[in-house]
């Protein structure tokens, strides 16, 4: 599935460092998501934007800033990290409200994130 | 509130033995119901999916089928190959999105030995 893109695939960071994730969907969806997946968790949802707009933050600390310019297009700031952030970040897309019953999200590759 | 929960892994099997991963759901309304895997290295794709009771999924030999009785989706494969080595997610959407917010469980990792 080549309709969610992720970079970079892979990131290692200091914890003074500041890195930004990107996500692009080439789905003509309108609605995208912030996922964290980590070791021996169940996935989180951290953001979800709807046409721009944000639409949902679950508690996400602050040091994670997302930013979405447009439908196709969505970041993930990063800065002054935490060890207990490394994890796998991934970003999904869907058509909000859906067109169809059925219809779900489409899941990028993801960030394997590792912060030292 | 939803919620989905799955059998505890990790399951290991022999190349061609019959699988099946347990989910069992709470929810209101008719949810539709899904199966993710995610491949190592890999984010989650789409396995299969039902949107009504006594529906049946299927997908690569996969299969589920939506019982509203038992509010079960259990994912079942005749046999089953070392390809297959992949972590599984059930998961559901309330009946009034359908897709736009997914409650997860917390997957099963499946290994196959040749």
């Known amino acids: 599935e080549t309709g969610v893109t992720q970079t970079p695939r892979h990131l290692v960071m200091g914890m003074t460092n500041k890195k930004s994730l990107k996500c692009e969907q080439h789905?003509?969806?309108?609605?995208m998501y912030w996922y964290k997946q980590s070791a021996k968790k169940p996935l989180e949802l951290m953001f979800v934007y709807n046409f721009k707009e944000q639409t949902e933050n679950n508690s996400v600390p602050s040091r994670f800033s997302p930013e979405c310019p447009n439908s196709s297009h969505l970041f993930l700031h990063l800065h002054t990290l935490q060890p207990e952030d490394s994890a796998l970040y991934l970003c999904?897309?869907?058509?909000?409200?859906?067109?169809?019953?059925?219809?779900?999200?489409?899941f990028g590759p993801g960030t394997r994130l590792l912060v030292l | 509130g939803n919620s989905v929960t799955q059998m505890e892994g990790p399951v290991t099997l022999s190349e061609e033995a019959f699988l099946t991963i347990n989910c069992t759901y709470t929810a209101t309304g008719y949810p539709s119901l899904f199966w993710y895997v995610q491949y190592p290295g890999e984010g989650l794709q789409l396995l299969l999916k039902?949107?009504?009771?006594?529906d049946k999924g299927s997908n690569k030999g996969f299969e589920a089928t939506y019982r509203k009785e038992t509010t079960s989706f259990h994912l079942e494969k005749g046999s089953v190959q070392v390809s297959d080595s992949a972590v599984y997610f059930c998961a559901l959407s309330p009946r009034e999105t359908s897709g736009s917010r997914l409650t997860f469980g917390e997957g099963t990792q499946l290994t196959v030995n040749p």
């Open positions: 999904a897309s869907s058509q909000d409200p859906p067109t169809y019953r059925g219809e779900t999200q489409y």
């Open positions: 789905l003509g969806h309108n609605a």
């Open positions: 039902a949107t009504k009771a006594d």
